[in-house]
């Protein structure tokens, strides 16, 4: 469906015209229509779908101008996709001068906000927590409030966020329309749903039209231990500009952007360790291109829409299916080609192909970069550097070419031994981090006749902890990123624990369990030595 066949605000017309809109998104044909009518949706979108237009055309339309009164709610799980949508909304509403719109959320100076408030707006983006604070401090009146948005509800409910959506929910008018959108459809959303929402009409996009077709995905089989030096390999071989790369926690993700830091990589991790002005100006790095990677998690991601993303990585494979479509669609944007790749270690085979299933698509197999493959790129590199050199007619290189000749008629060499001397400096100086590796112990794959071998490891907590079994299970599986299948049998006496997990993999669960804490207590995690009783 074409916009000008919408039956929609002229002034909003003319600014999807502006910003080169033709053909509206599935979700947009779909939801568009039925909330101009003001019917409550359950509209299933993920990120990249223009979503969020889905929305914003229909609350646009149903402001008052006259009325300076909070009319419309949009509730969003993050302050990056508060500030997203509200850009949307300004997009939309720049012919519209009457209508005005404020974002709200934690890190932000309140008093601002405040100010903000009692000058008179029609719309508010923010944080559930920060338009908590306002309810609370009376600082906004939400009497006049036809419309409200839970915009990733899904993800509002998996940050713990329900308790104040209801709360929110049950302090603006019954009399009002909800739009409720979420890129999954789990239960509570469902309930959620059933117990605000009035007749909802029920809108899903089906999973095939989820993937992004313009993206190449592939997969590699990694060995758990040495995924820090394929990434560079990678990294290397492909030279994107930009790159985003997912991790599944939050210490995996500080990790991996300190290995890339140590090996001269412009990266940095965001996750929610990280204060809000840190995230602020991680953010901006990368998007201005100070920083070319991007080391994140799920949830910490959320909401950044930066153009030009050339490559994904998915250092550790997602939990959940849906959270791989999340992630590709950061790069092949626009129209534009883009590149995923992801790391498969042993049974994470299994994993791999459910994604595939449930997206409807293949991911290819590739071979990992082997150390011929980084020096072909490098030289291919530099020499593209020197052939726009030798093809700039501005540059001189007459100095250049007297120092090498008189280095030339010093010693028994030719000008071909100095190029190639030079050209053998600079590669040394780029091979450094991985000239001492082989390639033939990169590779993993899996094998359904595996040994079993496990490896048996003490940790400094047990019973009288009150500790369970499904406590080091789920600390475990959630702070290394591997299946809690693949734990084997846990002993747990008074005082410590034993647990066995399979032996490829006991270097990479010893790393990720360091710093790691079960309910709150400070764990101490090792090899079991065979005194041990």
Do not use: W
Request: hydrophobic share 35%.
């Amino acid at each position: 469906m074409k916009f000008e066949e919408m039956q929609i605000n002229p002034l909003i017309q003319r600014a999807v015209s502006d910003l080169g809109y033709e053909e509206a998104t599935p979700i947009q044909s779909k939801a568009i229509p039925e909330a101009l009518t003001g019917r409550d949706i359950i509209g299933q979108a993920q990120t990249g779908t223009g979503k969020t237009a889905a929305f914003a055309i229909p609350v646009l339309e149903h402001i008052d101008p006259d009325l300076k009164q909070v009319q419309a709610l949009i509730l969003c799980p993050t302050r990056e996709l508060a500030l997203q949508v509200a850009g949307e909304f300004r997009k939309l509403s720049k012919y519209m001068h009457d209508i005005k719109l404020l974002p709200v959320y934690g890190g932000q100076d309140i008093v601002k906000q405040i100010r903000s408030l009692r000058q008179g707006v029609q719309i508010v983006v923010g944080t559930p927590g920060r338009i908590m604070d306002h309810m609370r401090r009376k600082t906004a009146k939400f009497e006049h409030v036809n419309q409200i948005v839970l915009d990733e509800a899904d993800e509002m409910l998996d940050m713990g966020f329900r308790d104040d959506i209801e709360t929110i929910l049950q302090g603006v008018p019954a009399e009002r329309q909800t739009l409720l959108f979420s890129a999954t459809m789990p239960k509570p959303i469902r309930d959620l749903a059933a117990k605000y929402q009035h007749e909802a009409i029920d809108i899903q996009i089906a999973k095939k039209e989820l993937t992004v077709k313009n993206i190449d995905q592939y997969y590699l089989e990694v060995r758990r231990d040495r995924k820090a030096e394929v990434l560079s390999r990678v990294l290397d071989v492909y030279n994107p500009e930009l790159t985003v790369i997912f991790c599944n926690t939050k210490m995996r993700t500080q990790e991996v952007a300190n290995e890339l830091q140590e090996r001269g990589y412009f990266a940095e991790g965001l996750h929610g360790d990280l204060k809000q002005q840190q995230r602020d100006m991680v953010m901006e790095n990368f998007r201005n291109g100070r920083t070319e990677i991007l080391v994140a998690t799920d949830v910490a991601a959320r909401g950044i829409d930066v153009s030009g993303v050339d490559l994904v990585v998915n250092y550790d494979l997602p939990q959940d299916d849906e959270y791989y479509v999340h992630r590709i669609g950061r790069t092949g944007r626009a129209g534009k080609s883009g590149l995923a790749i992801s790391f498969v270690s042993g049974r994470e085979i299994i994993k791999l192909k459910e994604i595939m299933r449930y997206c409807h698509t293949k991911i290819l197999l590739k071979p990992v970069p082997t150390l011929d493959d980084v020096t072909n790129t490098r030289v291919n590199y530099i020499f593209d550097k020197v052939n726009s050199i030798l093809e700039d007619e501005s540059e001189d290189l007459s100095k250049m070419s007297d120092i090498i000749e008189d280095k030339v008629n010093e010693a028994d060499y030719t000008s071909l031994d100095v190029a190639s001397a030079f050209l053998k400096l600079y590669l040394d100086s780029k091979m450094g981090n991985s000239a001492d590796q082989n390639d033939d112990d990169l590779t993993d794959s899996y094998d359904d006749s595996g040994s079993g071998d496990k490896v048996r490891l003490f940790i400094n907590i047990g019973k009288k902890d009150r500790i369970r079994p499904g406590d080091i299970l789920g600390a475990i599986a959630g702070e290394s990123g591997i299946s809690g299948k693949l734990v084997g049998e846990i002993k747990m006496y008074d005082k410590f624990t034993f647990v066995e997990v399979p032996k490829e993999y006991g270097n990479s669960v010893l790393q990720a369990m360091k710093n790691a804490k079960i309910k709150g207590k400070k764990i101490n995690i090792q090899r079991a030595r065979k005194n041990r009783r």
